[in-house]
């Protein structure tokens, strides 16, 4: 199947500084990704649909200046966390439309602010 | 919209017994649903997914699942757990294709020796 490629797996970082996450296609376009994120002990929740060459769409209770999305090519989506905090830390986990038979995931991104 | 419910946040079968995750849905539109499995600090994998074909799904690792419209239930099942299989699972639905997968909360299988 399909291959989404997310780095950083994990990352560390102190508050008040931003983190870039990068979410890559790397053997299909995606016009189209999505960014989830995972409390601890909970499901994942949608955050964001990235589309390419336009403003993400955001759901409702997510800060678009806090999750700064930037989808700028059809291979490559980049979610940063601007001024980062303690309660920003997470699991953060994007997927990518293939336009065939399913959204494929990338393995996540270990966020924790210290 | 859709939603999903996620019957049982916890599991336990014994080596070699059924597994039976409980997962029933809402859709408004014709469902597209999955099952994905999360292994400890990993991203989600694929287990098998029904897209409308046979109600009958086929997926990794010896699970399967039916798509029961009348109940609207979507359960997984393997005949024989393994050790291997202890880890997150996570039923899900789509009412647009593959896109907005809304996830249900997760069902963490552990599987005694």
């Known amino acids: 199947g399909a291959v989404v490629s997310q780095h950083p797996s994990r990352v560390i970082c102190k508050s008040g500084t931003s983190v870039k996450i990068e979410c890559r296609s790397l053997d299909f376009q995606a016009t189209t990704m999505f960014w989830y994120r995972q409390f601890p002990k909970q499901s994942l929740m949608l955050m964001a649909t990235s589309n390419e060459g336009s403003k993400a769409t955001y759901e409702q209770g997510v800060e678009k200046d806090k999750f700064l999305i930037n989808h700028a090519s059809l291979t490559l989506s980049t979610l940063t966390v601007t001024s980062a905090h303690p309660e920003d830390s997470s699991f953060y986990i994007c997927?990518?439309?293939?336009?065939?038979?399913?959204?494929?995931f990338g393995q996540g991104t270990r966020l924790t602010v210290v | 919209a859709q939603s999903v419910t996620q019957l049982g946040s916890h599991v336990s079968v014994s080596e070699g017994a059924l597994v039976l995750l409980r997962c029933n849905y809402s859709?408004?539109?014709?469902?597209?649903l999955f099952w994905y499995v999360q292994y400890p600090n990993q991203g989600l994998q694929l287990l098998l997914k029904?897209?409308?074909?046979?109600?009958l799904v086929k997926g990794i690792n010896g699970f399967e699942a039916e798509f029961k419209k009348s109940e609207t239930s979507f359960h997984l099942t393997k005949p024989s757990a393994h050790m291997s299989d202890a880890a997150e699972y996570f039923c899900?639905?789509?009412?647009?294709?593959?896109?907005?997968?809304?996830f249900g909360i997760g069902t963490k299988l552990q599987v005694i020796p």
């Open positions: 899900a639905v789509s009412a647009q294709g593959y896109q907005k997968v809304t």
């Open positions: 859709s408004s539109v014709p469902p597209y």
């Open positions: 029904y897209t409308s074909a046979a109600t």
């Open positions: 997927s990518a439309d293939s336009g065939g038979t399913e959204a494929f």
